[in-house]
């Protein structure tokens, strides 16, 4: 159908609560009122595995590793240190023992970088 063809349906606006659009019973009324959900599932093996796993990395690696931290300016500096090791320095052994901003420039020989983390 063309914009101008598209029936008129009640749109969601803003909700007031993200997690409104998450809840098991918003969820129930999608699927009672034949509506596809515009977000991913939550809960599952999918949400947010690869942040989740990068913070898994961060608090095992630094956090617990190197505390118990006396300040946050100790945490956020040593949060950089980690950030720096873990793009440049890291040996990553799925990309040939590389670092990851190493494999990434070698995949983009031609974009000049500026140096950032």
Same mark, same amino acid.
């Given at each position: 159908?063309?914009?101008?063809?598209?029936?008129?349906?009640?749109?969601?606006?803003?909700?007031?609560?993200?997690?409104?659009?998450?809840?098991?019973?918003?969820?129930?009324?999608?699927?009672?009122? *034949?509506? *596809?959900?515009?977000?991913?599932?939550?809960?599952?093996?999918? *949400?947010? !595995?690869? !942040?989740?796993?990068?913070?898994?990395?961060?608090?095992?690696?630094?956090?617990?590793? #190197?505390?118990?931290? #006396?300040? #946050? *300016?100790?945490?956020?500096? !040593?949060?950089?240190?980690?950030?720096?090791?873990?793009?440049?320095?890291?040996?990553?052994?799925?990309?040939?023992?590389?670092?990851?901003?190493?494999?990434? !420039?070698?995949?983009?020989?031609?974009? #000049?970088?500026?140096?950032?983390?």
């Amino acid at each position: 159908m063309r914009p101008s063809q598209t029936p008129d349906v009640e749109v969601l606006r803003r909700p007031v609560e993200s997690t409104q659009y998450t809840s098991i019973s918003f969820t129930d009324h999608l699927i009672a009122t *034949d509506i *596809d959900a515009s977000i991913g599932s939550v809960g599952d093996a999918y *949400d947010n !595995a690869l !942040a989740e796993s990068m913070i898994g990395l961060y608090k095992t690696e630094l956090i617990t590793r #190197r505390g118990p931290w #006396r300040t #946050r *300016d100790q945490v956020e500096y !040593a949060t950089l240190e980690y950030i720096d090791w873990y793009n440049n320095r890291r040996l990553h052994s799925r990309i040939g023992h590389l670092p990851p901003a190493e494999h990434e !420039a070698g995949a983009y020989p031609g974009c #000049r970088t500026r140096g950032y983390v």
